[in-house]
């Protein structure tokens, strides 16, 4: 079956550091791809969803490129913040979502 | 824009009683589903509704758990009997028209088996 595999966590950073969180997956097909960010108490939020081929997705600083040939889409952003302390998910959804299993970040000010 | 509106925010069950939860989706979303959320599982799928019809149940236990969405505006899940096992937080999301439409959640029911 189709499987996500995300870096382990938790993730602990100073501000103003880079970060990267990976995401790879196993399938036969070519699915849409999201990262979401979920915060304590609350729902998913959508990050944003990754276009497809090669292009790369963005929002908040948040950018993750679609390598097809490798099947992945690696999270990055060049600077955290403090704000940015929460758990991210990378999913893919073939009508319904299949997560991974989330990377706790914490950003230290 | 009101988001995904989940009610109760939380709740709490003896063990063999029933829980149901509700969920109303964005205004205008034809596509309803409904996600548990355990530290040892991580997110899961349990079922999908588009336009009020059953599409996808393959998530849900075959047993004590069904779902249903009599209306346009909201879907219940109800698990009968209610085990520990069962404690978890339970997500409603909508999206547009199913598919690979972006899914919006809702804040979630926070389910407490004792």
């Known amino acids: 079956g189709d499987s996500v595999t995300q870096t382990e966590g938790p993730v602990t950073l100073s501000e103003g550091t880079s970060l990267t969180v990976n995401c790879s997956y196993e399938?036969?097909?070519?699915?849409?791809l999201f990262w979401y960010v979920q915060y304590p108490g609350e729902g998913p939020q959508l990050l944003f969803k990754?276009?497809?081929?090669?292009e790369k997705g963005s929002n908040r600083g948040f950018e993750a490129t679609y390598n097809k040939e490798a099947t992945s889409f690696h999270l990055q952003k060049a600077s955290v913040q403090e704000s940015d302390s929460a758990v991210y998910y990378c999913?893919?959804?073939?009508?319904?979502?299949?997560f991974g299993s989330g990377t706790k970040l914490t950003v230290e000010p | 824009n009101a988001g995904v509106i989940q009610t109760p925010r939380h709740k709490v069950t003896g063990k063999g009683q029933e829980a149901t939860l509700w969920c109303e989706p964005i205004?205008?979303?034809?596509?309803v589903f409904w996600y548990r959320q355990t530290i040892v599982q991580g997110l899961e799928f349990l079922t999908y509704?588009?336009?009020?019809?059953?599409?996808?149940d393959s998530g849900m236990p075959k047993e004590r758990f069904s779902a249903q969405m009599p209306n346009q505006s909201h879907s219940t899940l109800k698990i009968q009997s209610t085990q520990p096992q069962d404690s978890a937080v339970y997500l409603c999301?909508?999206?547009?028209?199913?598919?690979?439409?972006?899914?919006?959640f809702g804040p979630g029911t926070r389910l407490l088996v004792l």
């Open positions: 205004s205008g979303h034809s596509a």
């Open positions: 990754v276009p497809k081929a090669n």
């Open positions: 399938t036969k097909q070519y699915p849409t």
């Open positions: 999301a909508s999206s547009k028209e199913g598919g690979e439409d972006t899914q919006y």
């Open positions: 999913a893919l959804n073939y009508n319904v979502l299949y």
């Open positions: 509704f588009r336009n009020q019809a059953p599409i996808d």
